[in-house]
């Protein structure tokens, strides 16, 4: 198997030292948060790959120090200082450390690329099992990406930085040293103000909530619910429906709402919504589940963060409540806090690329929203925000709440004992 390697140059984003050719646009602060958010959105993309192929991520930073960048990012990369020198020789440096400690191929990239995402850096490394070279162009005349096989020290030598010839120069520093380089699809910097509108641009387009709510018959919930739903303007609306017989699907066409079909199962009904959203953020929803007021602008707070892999809200029931609904919510807030183990009822949401590198939602009868947090906080925090989603206290109704606690309990306790998800769904 190959060791792949990512390393992020990036910057603790200071007031008055990061993004100082932006400054006279956004003010030393908003300099400062604009290096902070594209580098925590770089190594969001990075943590996909690490997710889907097992790449090692290191963070190369200036400012600050290692606690600093880990109370920052988290504590999941591997932090090292650049040290001393121009870009060329804390490259070469980091370079070095890499083949030097068993990488077979390397990827060095700065926080400045936005539009860099992990469609391109997987490309990034697949190129280095044919070339011994690679770069990823910039519309400047520089590279946002340099891809390495070997250690080529010549690389990083006697190179004008932040010059549009860079990326020329270095090409033929390569060719010099035996390499021929393949070039990637060329990509814009945010480095001058007149770049902002294209981060901007891109900005909103990561921050899109796309909700995916799946029915089978759920007609007397599901008008309630869109209109919520609806009332924060979210990106779109997906009823990933899995056979309906009643009203549900003339509701979802009235209200606008984006209709996939698909197979029954929940699973396999979100798997199918999530694959038509365009979203940058998914929303998991429950048909008889109200969100928040302000869930959209909740839900991008809450995935801004690198640190955080996915998210839900606090639990709390509608009415009409019944009896020991307070115990309910105070059992759930206790799983929260402790074990990080939202369910579906609470709405689940998650970055659009971290849900398809996690491997989406298992197909399966029962326990999917389960199996899927538990995967997720294997990579990051699974935060859960204060405001209440409100859900349908029918289950609790029907079956009382002490014998329906108990019974989730037992349905737990069978999925962490390996029992399979077709023999726990009878069990319901």
Same mark, same amino acid.
């Given at each position: 198997?190959?060791?792949?390697?990512?390393?992020?140059?990036?910057?603790?984003?200071?007031?008055?030292?990061?993004?100082?050719?932006?400054?006279?646009?956004?003010?030393?602060?908003?300099?400062?948060?604009?290096?902070?958010?594209?580098?925590?959105?770089?190594? !969001?993309?990075?943590?996909?790959?690490?997710?889907?192929?097992?790449?090692?991520?290191?963070?190369?930073?200036?400012?600050?120090?290692?606690?600093?960048?880990?109370?920052?990012?988290?504590?999941?990369?591997?932090?090292?200082?650049?040290?001393?020198?121009?870009?060329?020789?804390?490259?070469?440096?980091?370079?070095?450390?890499?083949?030097?400690?068993?990488?077979?191929?390397?990827?060095?990239?700065?926080?400045?690329?936005?539009?860099?995402?992990?469609?391109?850096?997987?490309?990034?490394?697949?190129?280095?099992?044919?070339?011994?070279?690679?770069?990823?162009?910039?519309?400047?005349?520089?590279?946002?990406?340099?891809?390495?096989?070997?250690?080529?020290?010549?690389?990083?030598?006697?190179?004008?930085?932040?010059?549009?010839?860079?990326?020329?120069?270095?090409? $033929?520093?390569?060719?010099?040293?035996?390499?021929?380089?393949? =070039?990637?699809?060329?990509?814009?910097?945010?480095?001058?103000?007149?770049?902002?509108?294209?981060?901007?641009? =891109?900005?909103?387009?990561?921050?899109?909530?796309?909700?995916?709510?799946?029915?089978?018959?759920?007609?007397?919930?599901?008008? $309630?619910?869109?209109?919520?739903?609806?009332?924060?303007?979210?990106?779109?609306?997906?009823? #990933?429906?899995?056979?309906?017989?009643?009203?549900?699907?003339?509701?979802?066409?009235?209200?606008?709402?984006?209709?996939? !079909?698909?197979?029954?199962?929940?699973?396999?009904?979100?798997?199918?919504?999530?694959?038509?959203?365009?979203?940058?953020?998914?929303?998991?929803?429950? #048909?008889?589940?109200?969100?928040?007021?302000?869930?959209?602008?909740?839900?991008?707070?809450?995935?801004?963060?690198?640190?955080?892999?996915?998210?839900?809200?606090?639990?709390?029931?509608?009415?009409?409540?019944? #009896?020991?609904?307070?115990?309910?919510?105070?059992?759930?807030?206790?799983?929260?806090?402790?074990?990080?183990?939202?369910?579906?009822?609470?709405?689940?949401?998650?970055?659009?690329?971290?849900?398809?590198?996690?491997?989406?939602?298992?197909?399966?009868?029962?326990?999917?929203?389960?199996?899927?947090?538990?995967?997720?906080?294997?990579?990051?925090?699974?935060?859960?925000?204060?405001?209440?989603?409100?859900?349908?206290?029918?289950?609790?109704?029907?079956?009382?709440?002490?014998?329906?606690?108990?019974?989730?309990?037992?349905?737990?306790?069978?999925?962490?004992?390996?029992?399979?998800?077709?023999?726990?769904?009878?069990?319901?």
């Amino acid at each position: 198997m190959l060791r792949e390697r990512l390393i992020l140059f990036t910057r603790f984003p200071i007031a008055g030292k990061a993004k100082t050719r932006l400054i006279p646009a956004l003010g030393a602060e908003g300099a400062a948060e604009t290096q902070r958010q594209m580098t925590e959105l770089a190594l !969001c993309r990075a943590v996909s790959l690490f997710i889907a192929r097992g790449v090692r991520i290191e963070v190369r930073y200036e400012g600050g120090d290692e606690e600093a960048m880990r109370d920052w990012l988290g504590p999941k990369p591997c932090y090292r200082p650049q040290g001393e020198g121009d870009l060329g020789q804390r490259i070469d440096r980091a370079t070095n450390e890499a083949f030097t400690e068993g990488c077979d191929s390397l990827v060095i990239i700065g926080a400045d690329c936005p539009r860099l995402d992990e469609t391109v850096l997987s490309q990034a490394f697949d190129a280095l099992r044919e070339n011994e070279v690679i770069f990823g162009p910039a519309q400047d005349g520089g590279y946002y990406l340099v891809g390495l096989r070997r250690p080529v020290p010549a690389l990083f030598q006697d190179i004008e930085w932040s010059t549009a010839h860079v990326l020329s120069d270095s090409i $033929e520093k390569a060719r010099a040293s035996g390499s021929q380089p393949e =070039l990637l699809v060329t990509l814009p910097d945010v480095d001058e103000p007149h770049d902002l509108d294209d981060w901007h641009a =891109l900005q909103t387009q990561v921050e899109r909530v796309s909700v995916i709510i799946p029915t089978v018959n759920e007609a007397a919930h599901l008008a $309630e619910t869109l209109r919520h739903v609806a009332a924060a303007q979210p990106h779109e609306i997906i009823i #990933a429906d899995g056979g309906s017989t009643d009203e549900t699907l003339v509701i979802a066409t009235a209200a606008g709402a984006q209709i996939v !079909c698909s197979g029954r199962g929940r699973g396999l009904q979100m798997n199918n919504g999530a694959q038509h959203a365009t979203g940058g953020l998914l929303f998991f929803l429950h #048909a008889d589940t109200l969100p928040p007021t302000n869930y959209t602008q909740a839900i991008r707070e809450s995935m801004r963060s690198s640190k955080n892999m996915a998210g839900a809200f606090r639990f709390a029931l509608r009415e009409p409540r019944p #009896a020991g609904a307070a115990l309910i919510e105070r059992f759930t807030a206790c799983r929260n806090h402790h074990h990080q183990l939202p369910y579906g009822d609470q709405g689940l949401f998650v970055r659009r690329a971290h849900f398809a590198a996690l491997g989406r939602y298992p197909e399966w009868p029962i326990l999917e929203d389960v199996d899927f947090i538990c995967r997720a906080r294997l990579h990051g925090r699974i935060v859960i925000h204060p405001a209440a989603a409100e859900t349908s206290g029918r289950r609790w109704q029907q079956a009382g709440v002490i014998r329906t606690m108990l019974r989730h309990q037992l349905i737990l306790i069978g999925y962490h004992a390996g029992l399979s998800p077709q023999r726990l769904a009878g069990w319901r």
